[in-house]
């Protein structure tokens, strides 16, 4: 079953049998940031939060390429865009240009990015925000925002940390060089490369898809709060988390299945708010 959700000018929408289909669709100029593609891919974050029935999402690009980063032609043409999506208002936490590429780790589903061709700057910054990440050997990418002469803004400080080294880090910043899904792996950068990335994100989370959805969102949480803490912060966590999961009608569900042996397994409810 495929319910379409959103069919917009730069963002394609949909779910099938649980998983989300998130579509950057600006192919023409290689899925390059505007106004209305940030804007429409903070709406279908905020859309799949809401729809407890999602398990998994895969976000991917049309075209060519996954994202060229910011479309630097269209911020030229509409300089009022910059200072609006800058300022972060005091109820929020982060501003726009951060929150479309940190959304997708403050999800409670897992988000997988399908990675090919150029994936620049911003588009970098959202696919560290994700948590997996499978992309091409071939894919070519950079953190380029040092040829504008400007650091990643979008939430890269927050997630360059989880995944690799300082200095290969500051090196990718301070010179903005091009490297290759092979190379991005090596550093930590890409969780996985695959000729054939899609059908692999796929799998991915339709093994995903088979575990308590209530589960899910608790590890996605748990990582997050603990990720590169002192022991005591991570052991407080851990407890606080499990004391949330257990007895809940999912946890139940998964027991039972798993003392059934040979039984057929009973399917999961929506997942409960994490």
Known sequence: ?????????????????QIAYVTLNRADKHNGLDKSMIVELVQAAKLINKDRSI???ILQGAGASFCAGLDFSYV??????????????PWNKDNMFQRVAHVWRDLSVPVIAVVHGNCFGAGMQIILACDYRI??????????????????????MATLSRLTRVDIAQELTMTGRFFSGVQAEEYGLVSKVSEKPLIEAQALAEKICQQSPDAIAATKYLFKKTWKKDTRMALFWERITQLRLLGRKNQQIAMQNGLAKNAAKKPFIDRSSF
Request: with cysteine; glycine share 4%; charged share 20%.
């Open 76 to 89: 030229a043409k509409n300089p009022s865009m910059m200072p609006r999506f800058f300022i972060k208002l």
């Open 135 to 156: 992309a091409t050997p071939d894919a070519n990418l950079s953190i380029l925002e040092m040829k504008w002469g400007l650091i990643p803004d979008m939430s890269g």
């Open 1 to 17: 079953m495929i319910v379409n959700i959103m069919t917009n000018s730069r963002v394609n929408f949909n779910v099938k049998q």
């Open 55 to 57: 398990r998994c999402v």
